[in-house]
């Protein structure tokens, strides 16, 4: 093997190359709001709180990396039952144990042998490695990647996905599927609303805490995706022909530009009624939003489809598991103390913050690189192999 070829990333697949600039956006939308979040709310560096209440409203982009995972993994076992007749199970959770373990179990195991752990964050040490994040608290005196929750709610799907396919296929009709995936994508919402008016009052964070980072309250973007990528599959001619029509595209563009007003303003409806919004916003109002522009993005061709399908944001997402993996480690070792070093220097939080997500970004990339040429690709060579 040449330098080169050891050197070269192993891109992910071009299929819908759009979606890859997407998943960029998603990146530093989560990024963001952790620069912000450990910041303001964990290392009490001053920020205008204005500009606090803007930045963490900006929380639904992981709501974008779970419809994405939905929509692609869907993808992936339509094509294999229509080409095969199979799910190839075998092949599908090889492939992605292959993607996801090696790096995950790298990061996690170096922070638990270089952080002094506390008597909780050693009991929960095992629910990590078992991918069980998501049922734990998530303070950080209780558990070591309090941001493995996202990565423990994907492998659980990973896990369960399957059998709903199976259970789709034992249906008769696009029609029946399509209904059984809607019902239980609106489940998560009735589940959400039956915890919020049975298990009240809360205060807003012992809710987020209770709905936000659960696998029962939180499936629904997930199925979103899917319920995307079978219509995409089923009606994917008909639905360009529909797009071609400039009403038809403003009236997607609407829906979903609705839900993102509703979601930058949780407040519309008054201070008193945010935490009811919060029910619908965690997943409902994310998945509403974002399936109308992904269909629009899988079935269009104008400029902001070219600008996102750029070859450089398939490099950049190729490295996106790796950058999550690594970006909060980063953030608290290196961007904290640079940024309390800047304000006591009296530089403006104007330049800190930009600077510090910019460098970070940087950061986590560069060590994303190390991770996927050493970790990552060796695996997915492995991958190949039994696979094959």
């Not at 709180?49 to 076992?77: E, K």
């Not at 079978?230 to 609407?254: C, E, M, N, Q």
């Not at 829906?255 to 919060?278: A, N, R």
Request: aromatic share 14%; with cysteine; proline share 4%.
């Amino acid at each position: 093997m040449s330098l080169r070829s050891f050197l070269e990333l192993e891109l992910l697949d071009n299929r819908y190359p759009s979606l890859h600039g997407i998943r960029v956006l998603a990146i530093i939308s989560v990024v963001q709001f952790h620069v912000t979040w450990i910041f303001a709310a964990e290392q009490g560096i001053k920020i205008d709180q204005q500009f606090v209440t803007a930045s963490l409203t900006v929380f639904f982009g992981m709501d974008l990396f779970f419809i994405l995972s939905g929509f692609l993994i869907g993808s992936i076992l339509l094509r294999a039952l229509e080409t095969s007749g199979t799910q190839n199970l075998r092949r599908f959770y090889i492939r992605r144990i292959s993607r996801t373990f090696p790096p995950y179990y790298l990061v996690l195991t170096y922070l638990a042998l270089t952080t002094a752990l506390t008597a909780s964050q050693l009991a929960h040490l095992p629910y990590e490695y078992i991918y069980a994040t998501n049922f734990l608290s998530l303070l950080r005196v209780d558990i070591v990647m309090f941001w493995g929750w996202s990565l423990a709610l994907e492998e659980q799907f990973y896990l369960t996905v399957p059998l709903l396919f199976f259970l789709l296929y034992r249906l008769k009709g696009d029609r029946a599927r399509i209904a059984v995936l809607v019902a239980i994508w609106l489940s998560a919402l009735a589940m959400r609303l039956f915890l919020y008016f049975h298990r009240g009052p809360w205060s807003d964070l012992a809710l987020y805490e209770a709905l936000y980072f659960r696998p029962h309250t939180r499936f629904d973007t997930l199925i979103a995706g899917i319920l995307l990528a079978y219509v995409h599959r089923r009606y994917g001619d008909a639905i360009t022909v529909w797009l071609k029509a400039p009403f038809h595209r403003a009236l997607l563009s609407l829906s979903s530009l609705t839900c993102l007003w509703v979601l930058l303003q949780p407040w519309l409806f008054g201070v008193e009624h945010t935490q009811i919004v919060h029910v619908f916003a965690w997943g409902t109002l994310t998945s509403i939003m974002y399936f109308g522009w992904l269909l629009m993005l899988l079935h269009g061709d104008g400029w902001v489809h070219r600008a996102l399908s750029h070859p450089i944001y398939r490099r950049i997402a190729t490295l996106g598991y790796g950058v999550y993996l690594v970006h909060i480690p980063l953030l608290d070792n290196i961007s904290v103390p640079v940024a309390r070093a800047l304000q006591q220097r009296q530089v403006p939080m104007l330049v800190i913050w930009p600077l510090s997500l910019g460098a970070l970004m940087l950061g986590s990339l560069a060590l994303a690189y190390v991770l996927h040429v050493l970790v990552e690709k060796p695996s997915l060579w492995i991958r190949q192999r039994l696979a094959a």
